[in-house]
């Protein structure tokens, strides 16, 4: 059962809307690793719901269209403006499996299930104005607030990089901002895993707002030197994802953690037992450490975490609860594990 508490709010950078502290990512509602049944996903979205949460992003990717349903079919059981909704272009769904792939196929690994439809990337105008279109009738609603260029960096596209950014730029950028201009859509931004590539759009574009996922940990903080304090300049507000870093920061450095959904190299593995350690001297568990940090940084507005089940819910929100000391945080800075620079929660 999920406990009602006061969760706290912030403004989402430039665009005045406000957003709850944590927000809801709906990756694992795509049948991320594993099968998820849709009664389980959907109460999940509505355990969030009533908790508290009003953020939710969501994707086309995340199992071809299959979490875009699951969030649609709870979200119409909530009234549409007490919420702030969160999707992604830059891939449309063709209906049927692939006979052949190509590079133009969008494969998403890490997927155990999903629509049986073929992803295809696109970043064009009429591309970007289609996958909308579609995310639409996926939701079921008349309205998005959010709309992010989804997966623009090296993780995803390798040497075709370049490309990739220029098709964006030229292409779902233009129409993106022709819907906000509409008035359509509230806000539009990024959403990637590379620090590098959200200061390349930052420089490159006008945009409210971007997720950035991995990057800024209580593991690593590749965002901390050049792009916080430039979206804090812009006003960009930074939704947080993977603040766990796929796994290792929730689980500890056990037999199985994920760490960038794959298994972690043993200098990553020694380092989170170091970090884990000081926190037991603290009585603080990590995955609450690592949940609380990265809403230390004024830029960062929300940090957006999957579930999978109302109980999960339920355990993200308790970090909330836990008072967690200032002398933890000067002790993993003394100790070399947080960049000593790094803005801490108050």
């Not at 919420?83 to 890490?110: F, H, N």
């Amino acid at each position: 059962m999920t406990v009602q508490r006061s969760m706290p709010s912030r403004t989402l950078g430039r665009t005045g809307l406000q957003v709850s502290a944590i927000g809801f990512g709906a990756a694992p509602l795509g049948d991320l690793y594993a099968r998820l049944d849709d009664a389980t996903a959907i109460a999940t979205v509505e355990a969030a719901g009533a908790a508290g949460i009003t953020l939710f992003d969501t994707s086309p990717h995340y199992g071809n269209g299959l979490a875009e349903h699951r969030c649609g079919t709870a979200l119409r059981r909530m009234a549409r403006d007490s919420i702030v909704l969160s999707t992604k272009v830059g891939r449309r769904m063709v209906p049927g499996a692939p006979v052949e792939r190509t590079s133009q196929d969008a494969i998403s690994p890490g997927f155990a299930g999903g629509l049986p439809h073929k992803a295809v990337f696109d970043y064009s105008y009429d591309g970007t104005l289609r996958a909308v279109e579609q995310s639409l009738l996926r939701l079921g609603t008349d309205r998005i607030d959010l709309l992010l260029i989804h997966d623009v960096d090296v993780w995803t596209h390798g040497d075709a990089l370049e490309q990739r950014f220029r098709e964006a730029m030229e292409g779902a950028y233009p129409a993106l901002e022709r819907l906000r201009a509409e008035g359509v859509v509230k806000g539009i931004g990024l959403g990637v895993n590379e620090a590098e590539m959200c200061v390349r759009f930052a420089e490159a574009g006008d945009f409210d707002t971007m997720l950035l996922a991995g990057r800024y940990s209580l593991l690593e903080q590749p965002a901390l030197d050049v792009f916080l304090p430039l979206a804090l300049r812009k006003g960009i507000g930074v939704m947080m994802g993977g603040v766990f870093n796929s796994g290792i920061l929730a689980t500890g450095a056990v037999a199985g953690a994920r760490y960038n959904y794959a298994a972690p190299p043993e200098p990553v593995m020694e380092k989170v037992r170091r970090i884990e350690a000081i926190c037991a001297r603290h009585h603080v568990p990590l995955a609450h450490a690592a949940l609380r940090f990265p809403l230390g940084h004024p830029a960062v507005s929300s940090v957006v975490l999957g579930a999978v089940s109302p109980a999960e819910v339920e355990r993200n929100l308790q970090a909330l609860d836990t008072v967690i000391p200032a002398a933890l945080w000067g002790e993993l800075k003394a100790a070399g594990l947080l960049a000593a620079h790094a803005p801490i929660p108050g």
